[in-house]
């Protein structure tokens, strides 16, 4: 006869089941994570420990963590009223991603709109953190000494160069 105080032996194994079957799951899928990460040739390990595209060194001429091949995209400022000016398109990398400038003039940058990583640009040098999200963002830089100027998306996985001459 059976109670209400009494364990039936189909639910005591219920919770057992429940265990074996997730670890199953978790084993499938580390398994299977492993897998797929040393199918892909153009994926190796980074010295920080993150996984990077092969290529990636993390230097300015690198768009979009070199996927397209590292390709670097020119663009020069033209001067108007006294002012350097540049239009980079946001949209899928920068581009250009490398910009030259004159020493002695200030600049400004036109970044078109971007979204998911091109949702902001940051200027590390100037504390400069920009959202592209709302029509893009007037970046304006004062006179500037001549040298290389990094910039890069919010995440830091595509990046730009300001050369000034």
């Not at 057992?16 to 994570?33: E, N, P």
């Not at 990636?56 to 979009?64: K, L, T, W």
């Not at 709109?113 to 963002?137: K, Q, W």
């Given at each position: 006869?059976?109670?209400?105080?009494?364990?039936?032996?189909?639910?005591?194994?219920?919770?057992?089941?429940?265990?074996?079957?997730?670890?199953?799951?978790?084993?499938?899928?580390?398994?299977?994570?492993?897998?797929?990460?040393?199918?892909?040739?153009?994926?190796?390990?980074?010295?920080?420990g993150l996984d990077a595209p092969a290529?990636?060194?993390?230097?300015?001429?690198?768009?979009?963590?070199?996927?397209?091949?590292?390709?670097?995209?020119?663009?020069?400022?033209?001067?108007?009223?006294?002012?350097?000016?540049?239009?980079?398109?946001?949209?899928?990398?920068?581009?250009?991603?490398?910009i030259r400038a004159v020493a002695g003039?200030?600049?400004?940058?036109?970044?078109?709109?971007?979204?998911?990583?091109?949702?902001?640009?940051?200027?590390?040098?100037?504390?400069?953190?920009?959202?592209?999200?709302?029509?893009?963002?007037?970046?304006?830089?004062?006179?500037?000494?001549?040298?290389?100027?990094?910039?890069?998306?919010?995440?830091?996985?595509?990046?730009?160069?300001?050369?000034?001459?």
């Open positions: 006869m059976y109670n209400d105080t009494d364990t039936h032996p189909v639910r005591r194994n219920h919770l057992g089941r429940h265990v074996i079957v997730a670890g199953l799951v978790l084993l499938a899928f580390f398994a299977s994570y492993g897998w797929a990460v040393s199918a892909r040739p153009d994926v190796v390990t980074a010295t920080d290529g990636y060194a993390g230097d300015p001429e690198c768009s979009c963590c070199a996927t397209d091949g590292g390709e670097r995209i020119e663009g020069r400022t033209t001067v108007e009223a006294g002012v350097q000016r540049v239009y980079v398109d946001a949209a899928f990398g920068y581009s250009p991603n490398v003039m200030p600049i400004e940058i036109t970044f078109s709109e971007g979204d998911g990583c091109m949702a902001e640009v940051v200027f590390p040098g100037f504390d400069i953190f920009e959202d592209l999200t709302r029509g893009g963002a007037v970046i304006t830089l004062p006179v500037l000494e001549p040298g290389e100027y990094s910039f890069s998306c919010g995440m830091q996985m595509v990046f730009g160069t300001l050369v000034v001459e």
